[in-house]
């Protein structure tokens, strides 16, 4: 999927002229107020039930913990089933778990571990919502605006932390916790509605959809196999990581370093939430003008300026612009990050790699959260915080190492290959592992270029889904190469047929156009062991070719 630039696509807000994606995206500021409510709630609440800074920190933890834990099955559930769905079971589910929360508060049965338990809870309907929503973004509005509304999307939860912890704040010193625990829960319920009323033309797969734990497995293998999600999610964790400060450790800044209450609490918090909301406007413009790989260096290097201020400021004033400025750095990078992974990624695995996204980056943020509680519990809020923002600052250097993947590359749309397979035998989706084997004719003098256009072939066979490839020359014909590899099944080999893209079919061309003109590549299919050995039961009914759709190779 290919980049335009800002002004192509109608601007930052253009997506809003979609009216699904704007129902959408209005519930979810709602939602994203209500989960700003029960974070400050939450965050004070502990400061109340237990003096521990460790235990403060561990409830940023326990809301950001399962978005790590529960989003990479969920973005497989997303992927295999109808995201709309999917998204409206994690809303229910957090739905629920906010009100159970609220009685147990009400009936005054809350106690440090309880509140962190249903904190989790509560995550982990949004981390089962989460990536169904991201991935189907792409399907409410057009594809030049995707960029565009991803920005808005982060701007929908920077609003609300603009004026979601302020409001948290006064509604925990009027009417205590409980009160804001129950407006957490009715936040949710325009955004259900909204997913609700949305008609999404769901289309059925011509194949059943794998086994969660095979779906899990693809999904990662193909992010470890895409040399560009996997910098971008090694970026996210060590990001979340070293900035974690900002939100772990708001409440002790707000009283011990700036002998503050909740309502100066909700203000620190307001304050980074507007800087993240102008961030968000910018990252159109950023993305645009300096690229996405400049643009997270300068940002790593404004934030953590911004921080090692925070740590150091004893005056209200100035450590809410610095937590405007860290804001605006911080979620203008999420932004760009989230960006890259979804033009990179096609859009069979897009939920499953923003899972792992999420995953990445919010296990960083709840790892550095407790580390940086033990740090503030064994040294002081001021080391903890000064000691992240130097983390920060020498984020940029991951640059060198891990550079993110340029703007505007593409080759991610589906393709779809116009032969189909000789198939003689009756197998069923179990039956495997079925061997792949592919005779290419090369001219000696092409052996180096072709040898280098097969790492390529390589990766795209890993990505999507082959496993123990490998590539030989035949010794007594030097012309002679043969690739080979296995799918586990019958049903997975079909499936890798169905993920080619264009980026795989210009790889494939390269090779081809390497070979001896004329000297068409051979294949062979084979089931390694035909007999005893297929995964069928007993009783099963035989199958024809037939009865699956073969697609196209």
């Known amino acids: 999927m290919a980049t335009t630039a800002p002004t192509a696509s109608g601007g930052t807000l253009a997506p809003l002229r979609e009216p699904v994606f704007r129902r959408i995206w209005s519930a979810s500021l709602l939602s994203n107020f209500g989960q700003m409510v029960l974070g400050v709630a939450a965050a004070w609440e502990m400061t109340r039930l237990t003096p521990s800074p460790g ?31 999917i998204a409206m079971a994690g809303l229910a589910f957090s739905t629920a778990s906010a009100a159970l929360l609220t009685t147990l508060a009400w009936l005054g049965l809350t106690s440090p571990w309880v509140l962190l338990a249903f904190c989790s809870l509560i995550g982990a309907g949004v981390a089962l919502y989460s990536p169904a929503w991201q991935a189907s973004i792409g399907e409410q509005v057009e594809p030049e605006r995707l960029p565009a509304a991803i920005a808005l999307g982060t701007i929908s939860h920077n ?3 603009s004026f979601g912890p302020a409001l948290g704040g006064l509604i925990v010193l009027a009417a205590g916790a409980t009160a804001a625990f129950a407006l957490n829960s009715v936040f949710y319920l325009p955004l259900l509605v909204a997913f609700f009323l949305w008609r999404r033309p769901h289309v059925p797969s011509r194949l059943p959809p794998e086994r969660i734990d095979r779906a899990i497995v693809s999904g990662a293998r193909y992010c470890f196999h895409a040399g560009a999600i996997r910098k971008v999610l090694v970026r996210a964790f060590l990001f979340g990581l070293a900035g974690a400060t900002a939100g772990a450790l708001a409440p002790l800044i707000a009283r011990d370093l700036l002998g503050g209450s909740a309502s100066t609490y909700g203000v620190l918090l307001g304050a980074s939430g507007v800087g993240a909301v102008g961030g968000a406007l910018l990252v159109a413009e950023f993305r645009a003008r300096m690229g996405t790989e400049n643009a997270t260096r300068l940002m790593a290097v404004i934030g953590g300026l911004a921080l090692v201020c925070v740590g150091l400021s004893r005056s209200l004033p100035l450590t809410c612009l610095a937590l405007f400025i860290a ?33 990445a980056l919010t296990g960083g943020i709840a790892i550095g959260a407790g580390l940086w ?6 040294w002081s809020v001021e080391a903890a915080v000064v000691a992240s923002g130097v983390a920060l600052l020498a984020m940029p250097l991951l640059g060198l190492v891990l550079p993110l993947p340029p703007d505007g590359e593409g080759g991610v749309e589906p ?11 009756a197998l069923t989706m179990r039956s495997g592992p079925v061997v792949i084997e592919v005779d290419y004719r090369v001219d000696p003098d092409n052996a180096r270029p072709f040898y280098d256009a097969m790492r390529r072939i390589q990766r795209a066979r890993l990505r999507n889904g082959g496993f123990e490839w490998s590539l030989s020359r035949d010794i007594a014909d030097p012309g002679l190469w043969t690739e080979r590899y296995l799918c586990p099944t019958w049903g997975d080999y079909l499936r890798m047929r169905d993920r080619f893209t ?3 079919m210009e790889a494939q061309a390269l090779a081809d156009s390497l070979t001896v003109p004329g000297a068409a ?12 050995s297929v995964r069928w039961k007993n009783d099963s009914p035989q199958a024809t070719p037939g009865d699956f759709g073969f697609i196209a190779p």
């Open 415 to 425: 393709v779809q290959i116009g032969n189909e397979p000789e198939v003689a035998l």
């Open 373 to 378: 509680g033990g740090v503030a519990s064994l």
């Open 502 to 504: 264009s980026g795989d």
């Open 327 to 359: 804001g605006g750095a911080n979620i203008l990078t999420i932004a760009l990050f989230n960006v890259s992974v979804q033009l990179a990624a096609p859009r069979w695995v897009t939920a499953r790699a923003l899972s792992l996204f999420s995953a």
């Open 521 to 532: 590549s051979q294949v062979r299919r084979r089931l390694e062991r035909p007999f005893g």
């Open 159 to 161: 609003v609300a932390r």
């Open 55 to 85: 235990m403060v920190a561990l409830v940023q933890t326990a809301m950001m913990l399962p978005l790590m834990l529960v989003a990479v099955p969920a973005g497989a559930i997303a992927d295999m089933f109808d995201r709309r769905r």
